[in-house]
T-cell receptor, first 115, second 115 residues
Framework: AQSVSQHNHHVILSEAASLELGCNYS??????LFWYVQYPGQHLQLLLK??????LVKGIKGFEAEFIKSKFSFNLRKPSVQWSDTAEYFC?????????????FGDGTTLTVKP | KAGVTQTPRYLIKTRGQQVTLSCSPI?????VSWYQQTPGQGLQFLFE???????NKGNFPGRFSGRQFSNSRSEMNVSTLELGDSALYLC??????????????FGPGTRLTVL
């Protein structure tokens, strides 16, 4: 079975700072990768996903993530955060070719952006 | 297209009672997964249903059960509630078709409080 590790449990940044949230997974095969965001009081929504092709994927609201296969990583980045990016971020992994029920989520990273 | 809906949004129960939560997936989605979200544990997978059959199950006791109807709507039941069952219960649906077959779309959740 796969596992997902998000190294930072809580990150505090000032507006305009750059963001990088780490996500590492362990699984011997090919995977689909996701980042979800949960804004305060709102439901989980997809930020971006990687299925195949260009390992640098761009998502909504200026977020991007890079899949580095050799490092089993899928780190989330944003060059300049805004106060509205305050939220909890989850990384998720699904072995390719399997159904959604095989998803594994990280424990989440809470991002607080100070105005 | 309407998103995933969950009812009720909030529930307060006492220990020993049972509860039923409902989830309506996105139209056309046949896979429904359930998760328990708590501050300390992140998202824990409960089970996944597809075409009225449970095809994946997480590591939860038998007090947690579910079912799916022919219209893909799903219900989750928790019997003999314990204080530790207090959590946000999330439902997610996926299309199980095409390139993004296992991408999940989440509902707003049901906040269950057990007193």
């Amino acid at each position: 079975a796969q596992s997902v590790s998000q190294h930072n449990h809580h990150v505090i940044l000032s507006e305009a700072a750059s963001l990088e949230l780490g996500c590492n997974y362990s699984y011997g095969g090919t995977v689909n990768l996701f980042w979800y965001v949960q804004y305060p009081g709102q439901h989980l929504q997809l930020l971006l996903k990687y299925f195949s092709g260009d390992p640098l994927v761009k998502g909504i609201k200026g977020f991007e993530a890079e899949f580095i296969k050799s490092k089993f990583s899928f780190n989330l980045r944003k060059p300049s955060v805004q106060w509205s990016d305050t939220a909890e971020y989850f990384c998720a992994v699904i072995p390719r070719g399997t159904n959604a029920g095989k998803s594994t989520f990280g424990d989440g990273t809470t991002l607080t952006v100070k105005p | 297209k309407a998103g995933v809906t969950q009812t009720p949004r909030y529930l307060i129960k006492t220990r020993g009672q049972q509860v039923t939560l409902s989830c309506s997936p996105i139209s056309g989605h046949r896979s429904v997964s359930w998760y328990q979200q708590t501050p300390g544990q992140g998202l824990q997978f409960l089970f996944e249903y597809f075409s009225e059959t449970q095809r994946n199950k997480g590591n939860f006791p038998g007090r947690f059960s579910g079912r799916q109807f022919s219209n893909s709507r799903s219900e989750m039941n928790v019997s003999t509630l314990e204080l530790g069952d207090s959590a946000l219960y999330l439902c997610a649906s996926s299309s199980n078709r095409g390139v993004s077959y296992n991408e999940q779309f989440f509902g707003p959740g049901t906040r269950l409080t057990v007193l």
